[in-house]
């Protein structure tokens, strides 16, 4: 139901889309590169004592979760990308109404309106966890 943007706002969302996409690709590929450069230098270095250990183990938690960040965003392109090919782009997936074209150029991977996005996220405080 993306009959509410026109083909061509259409067309620059997903240029958009897919540049996210190879960029967020890249970024994780060096996480991972780094992450296994300083696993190496970790060992390399053979932890001595345990606030070294447990300087490494923060290192190697920043990584991972920095990694956890930039999948979770590629999985968010990947989403909209599916609901465009689709022809869900654009709609809410709450209400069914129209998600303007100027919160989608903001916000390329929304997927509920500005009012249903807000009540998601009061509900939602935290992820997986009800404020009610």
Do not use: F
């Not at 026109?6 to 992450?35: D, N, Y």
């Amino acid at each position: 139901m993306t009959e509410h943007l026109e083909p061509q706002q259409t067309a620059t969302l997903k240029r958009t889309l897919r540049g996210s996409m190879e960029t967020l690709r890249e970024v994780i590929r060096q996480h991972l590169l780094k992450c296994d450069d300083d696993r190496a230098r970790l060992l390399a270095d053979r932890v001595r004592d345990a606030e070294d250990e447990s300087v490494a183990d923060l290192i190697v938690d920043l990584d991972l979760a920095e990694i956890d960040r930039d999948l979770e965003e590629l999985r968010d392109v990947e989403a909209a990308l599916a609901r465009m090919q689709q022809g869900a782009y654009g709609t809410c997936t709450t209400c069914g109404g129209a998600i303007p074209y100027e919160r989608l150029t903001a916000y390329p991977t929304a997927k509920r309106c500005h009012r249903c996005q807000g009540v998601y996220e009061k509900t939602y405080a935290q992820k997986g966890m009800s404020t009610l």
